[in-house]
């Protein structure tokens, strides 16, 4: 059985192939996952402070994830629902038939 290569012994191997293109695989991308901060009002921030016990919430930074997610989530399946229909619009003239072309 092959033992596990120590820490130094990776290192040297690292830099010893560092301008080997061969020895590495194809890059990835990598984003960070950032999370983005929002200015709310202090008045704003004691109602939500309140509801979110209401809801059992850890607090209110919490429960407004959670609220915001939500309406995003609501928000997002609205549009697509709306474009579903203008698409299905375009696709009929004034009388009600579906067009099978563009000429008519």
Known sequence: ????PS???????VV????DDSAWEESIQVRKNRA???SIPAELVER????AK????KGAKEWLTRII???VELEEIAFAELKRELKEKQNLPNDGV???SNHT
């Open 48 to 51: 939500a402070s309140f509801l």
């Open 54 to 57: 209401l809801h059992r919430e």
């Open 7 to 13: 820490e130094e012994e990776i290192d040297k191997l």
């Open 16 to 19: 010893a192939q560092a301008d």
């Open 69 to 71: 997610r939500e309406r």
């Open 98 to 100: 579906r067009r099978t």
């Open 1 to 4: 059985m092959r033992r596990k």
């Open 36 to 38: 983005a901060s929002l």
